[in-house]
C-alpha cells in the first residue's frame, strides 16, 4: 500500500500518524504541493482531482484522508478505539469529522495562509482588520473543540484516542505552525493535545509535524511561479 503524502498538509499528516501507529504497512510517497507535482502525470492516476493525501493499494485507488482511515480500519481491523463499534461513541467521531472541514479547519488553514504564505510567497500585505478577524473565527472554533467536542472527555469520542482526535489535533497544530499560540489560557486544549501526543507517541508526533513546524524557513525557498494553481485560493483570502 502507497500513501501520497505532502506534510504540509493537515490531512496527510492524520493518515501518516494512522497507518504508522497502527503498524500499517505502507509505503509514504512524497508530493510536493508547492512545487506542482500534484500535476505530474503519474500521480494523476493514482488520484484525478489531484489532491493529498492520496492511497494506492494494488490496482485500487482513492483520495479523501477520512475515507483512507475508514478504509485501513476495516482491511486492517485496527483495535476498536480508534473507529468505535460502539454506535454512540462512533457517532460522536463521525460528529466531529462531519463539522472540522468548515468548523476548524477552514479557520486555521485561514490563519496559516495570511501569517505565512501571502506575506513570504505572494508578497502581500494583510490589513490588520482581515487578519483579526480570522483570528476571532479561530478563536471562536478552538472554543467550540473545547466546550462542545471534549466538554470533559479525556478524547473527543470518551477516555481513548479516537480517528477524531488524529483529524483535530493536526488543524490544532496548523496556525500554530504560523506562529499564533493557540493553546495560551487554554488548559484544556492543551491538556488534550498532551493526551493525544502521549497516545500517538512523542517520536511519532514529531515526526509527522517536522515539516509544518519549519515552515517559516522552508517556504522561504519556494518559487512563487510554481504556485500559480493557488492563486484563487489568494485571491478569496484577500476579498
Known sequence: MELFLDMFSQPCRSVFMFAKKN???????????????????????????????????????????????????????????????????????NEYLCWQPTGIRL?????????????????LDIPEEKMSGALEDLDSSLKTIE?????????????????ADLVAVVEVIQPLAAGVDVFKDRPKLSAWKERVVQAVGKDLFDEAHEKIMTAREAIKMVDPSKMEAFRPRVMRLML
Open 23 to 93: 503498524n500499517i504497512p505502507v509505503e509514504v510517497r512524497n508530493v510536493s504541493l508547492m512545487n506542482g507535482e500534484q500535476f505530474s502525470e503519474e500521480f494523476g492516476k493514482v488520484n484525478p482531482i489531484r489532491k493529498v493525501p492520496a492511497l494506492r493499494d494494488g490496482d485500487f485507488s482513492m483520495g479523501e484522508s477520512i475515507a483512507m482511515m475508514q478504509y485501513m480500519v476495516e482491511k486492517f481491523k485496527t483495535p476498536d478505539h480508534w473507529y468505535p463499534s460502539d454506535l454512540q461513541q462512533r457517532a460522536r467521531v
Open 147 to 163: 466546550d462542545s467536542f471534549l466538554q470533559d472527555r479525556a478524547f473527543i469520542a470518551g477516555d481513548q484516542i479516537s480517528m
Open 107 to 123: 479557520h486555521g488553514s485561514k490563519v496559516f495562509w495570511l501569517k505565512l504564505m501571502l506575506p513570504i510567497v505572494f508578497k
